[in-house]
Nanobody, 116 residues
């Protein structure tokens, strides 16, 4: 089992920045891929970004150039630096982990609200 705890969400004005963190604990050896997904009520869940233990990264087209995913393997922590935030980025953001790109574990989610 892997436990994931997100933090760093909140309210920010359009054009602002936020940094999300995800702390992993438990069976850390099983984690190869970590990622961020987001979902708002009534909307489909959307992949934001993935990062593999080796460092390979992929982003959703909607966040390329604005969001940066990173991970600290020694501290079992992953980050999502978000800048140039838009109202359409308002969602609940979930941290995920697993051996493959198909997430096996999910955090409880952290709310990000972009509004003036």
């Amino acid at each position: 089992q892997v436990q994931l705890v997100e933090s760093g969400g909140g309210l920010v004005q359009p054009g602002g920045s936020l940094r999300l963190s995800c702390a992993a604990s438990g069976s850390i050896f099983s984690i190869n891929v970590m990622g961020w997904y987001r979902q708002a009520p009534g909307k489909e869940r959307e992949l934001v970004a993935h990062i593999i233990r080796s460092g390979h990264i992929n982003y959703a087209d909607s966040v390329k150039g604005r969001f940066t995913i990173s991970r600290d393997n020694a501290k079992n922590t992953m980050f999502l630096q978000m800048s140039g935030l838009k109202p359409e980025d308002t969602d609940i953001y979930y941290c995920t982990s697993g051996a493959t790109y198909n997430p096996m574990y999910w955090g409880q989610g952290t709310q990000v609200t972009v509004s003036s």
